[in-house]
């Protein structure tokens, strides 16, 4: 089944724009060939460049998008034909091949020298070497330094594994440099989580299924715990009151669903760090049966904060609470929200009915409610009755849940 006229318009235009960088389009075409993503119907599915050109049937007039559709369609040495005839001296278009050519040679190279050279010349990242050539370590100390921070960081342990950021090496180097130049991290648009979750997988020596295992190098792992550190001067506040909660119980020690390395409670710790170092007005409570007051310095690190967690009484934990606590005690909140395992009803107040009987009790119809859980198998709704666009759940936990939050608060 085809698409409709205006997702095919979207879509090429799309394409267009990323064309006014000739190597820009180039890296995207070879870099990422094809991504699994999941469908609205809970399955996945493979799209690729070639299936959705073949959707969406596009007719460029544009010199270069005809080469773009060649490549994609046909290959690389189709779109040189079509230059070779169509293009001229088009600066754009000889960009364009000059690149693919690069990354065409690149997936033929067995020569490590050679390769390393094609790396330079051409700035290939690590989706452009043939996989044998990635067990070179100077083909590795070559794509490093074309790696994006977040590439970087999430190839730590990849890398450990290989044996290749031992001490004083040109990778260790390269990593070091990149965890702790806070602005380069801030520009790349880094969120800490994703730090922290590197940081506690790297430091266990081994991958989530147990099936990788490295050395871990000390100077990395301080390295991450600066770079975790370093993001509160980079945090916009709200300026809202906030209430956070965090459930306190030991069902919150299982491992985050979209953030495996991360127990659902750290994630929460990390959190509440980064609120408390960033938002003036905030309460910040955990609970189980009862509500408790959780009194965070700025100053306090991770550890600290999950040895304040870990005093507090844990129990059946009732996510309405924190509702019903303000409301009795009169205080005006703007946005609560609430960090639990998994939601659980039976015979309790639903956290959505709490957030409107809040509203009316205090008379504030713009209150807002999250409600995170992290450890949820099931789909279970902040509003289940009735769309309340001032309330939302998120199932699972991972670093763009923390910017839907952030963007959501606003």
Not at 94 to 120: N, P, Q, R, S
Not at 271 to 282: N, R
Request: glycine share 6%; hydrophobic share 40%.
């Amino acid at each position: 089944m085809g698409w409709g006229r205006a997702h095919k318009t979207a879509v090429l235009k799309w394409y267009e724009e990323k064309s006014r960088d000739p190597e820009g389009i180039a890296r995207l075409l070879t870099k990422y060939k094809a991504r699994q993503v999941a469908t609205y119907d809970g399955k996945k599915g493979r799209w690729s460049h070639r299936v959705i050109f073949r959707l969406a049937h596009p007719s460029p007039s544009d010199d270069l998008m005809k080469l773009v559709v060649a490549f994609v369609l046909n290959g690389f040495e189709e779109a040189k034909n079509l230059a070779s005839k169509t293009s001229g001296n088009n600066e754009r278009v000889t960009k364009f091949l000059t690149y693919i050519e690069g990354t065409t040679k690149a997936m033929k190279c067995t020569d490590e020298d050679e390769m390393v050279e094609l790396i330079h010349k051409y700035k290939l990242e690590r989706e452009h070497v043939p996989t044998q050539m990635l067990n070179s370590k100077s083909v590795f100390e070559a794509i490093i330094k074309n790696m994006k921070p977040e590439a970087k960081i999430r190839s730590i342990g990849m890398i450990s594994a290989k044996g290749f950021c031992g001490e004083k090496s040109e990778i260790e180097k390269e990593i070091i440099e990149t965890l702790t130049d806070a602005k380069i991290l801030h520009d790349a648009r880094v969120h800490p989580l994703k730090v922290l979750s590197a940081l506690l997988r790297y430091k266990n020596g081994r991958s989530s299924n147990g099936e990788t295992k490295w050395t871990v190098n000390k100077k990395v792992v301080e390295a991450l715990n600066k770079a975790f550190l370093s993001f509160d001067k980079y945090l916009h506040p709200t300026k809202k009151s906030l209430l956070l909660a965090v459930n306190v119980s030991d069902r919150m020690k299982v491992p985050c669903e979209g953030c495996p390395a991360v127990k659902c409670h750290q994630v929460a710790a990390a959190m509440m760090m980064m609120t408390v170092q960033t938002e003036p007005k905030c309460k910040i409570f955990g609970f189980s049966e009862g509500l408790s007051p959780i009194y965070l310095a700025k100053t306090d690190s991770l550890s600290q904060i999950i040895e304040k967690m870990n005093s507090l009484q844990g129990g059946q934990a009732d996510s309405a609470i924190p509702m019903m606590w303000a409301k009795e005690k009169k205080e005006k909140i703007e946005v609560f929200i609430v960090y639990t395992d998994n939601m659980r009803t039976g015979g309790q107040t639903q956290p959505s009915t709490a957030l409107k009987d809040y509203r009316k009790e205090m008379n504030m119809p713009e209150a807002k409610l999250v409600v995170v859980t992290m450890a949820s198998n099931k789909y279970a709704e902040a509003d289940p009755e009735e769309t309340d666009y001032g309330a939302m759940n998120i199932v699972g936990f991972d670093a763009n849940a923390a910017v839907l939050i952030a963007n959501f608060i606003a």
